[in-house]
């Protein structure tokens, strides 16, 4: 069984930046596909990101394009989401998920495991 804890959130400005962890234990790391999803407020869960078993495959949400960076150390069993140019659009309770398989996939059912969460709150 995998378990993932997720770090990193907090209050933030408009413009600032986050870099969200999300540390892996129980399962073989280097094997799983990773993705972040996201839950706002009175609203759906959604993906934001993914990054294939390797790292050599990214992709992201188009309102996290050229935002954010998705990344990985298999080393240490950790991936990491870094957030720039925060909106407030971006507050959400930010989630980290694991899959069985080590493709791109942006669908939660395409992912086993998941974290707690982690609260982002963008606010001026």
């Known amino acids: 069984q995998v378990q993932l804890v997720e770090s990193g959130g907090g209050l933030v400005h408009p413009g600032a930046s986050l870099r969200l962890s999300c540390a892996a234990s129980?399962?073989?790391?280097?094997?799983?596909?990773m993705g972040w999803f996201r839950q706002a407020p009175g609203k759906e869960r959604e993906f934001v990101a993914t990054?294939?078993?390797?790292?050599?495959?990214?992709d992201y949400v188009d309102s996290a394009k050229g935002r954010f960076t998705i990344s990985r150390d298999n080393a240490v069993n950790t991936v990491y989401l870094q957030m720039n140019s925060l909106k407030p659009e971006d507050t959400a309770v930010y989630y980290c998920a694991a899959s069985r398989y080590s493709g791109i996939y942006y669908l939660q059912k395409q992912y086993d495991f998941w974290g707690q969460g982690t609260q982002v709150t963008v606010s001026s």
């Open positions: 990054i294939n078993s390797s790292g050599s495959g990214t």
């Open positions: 129980g399962g073989t790391f280097s094997n799983s596909a």
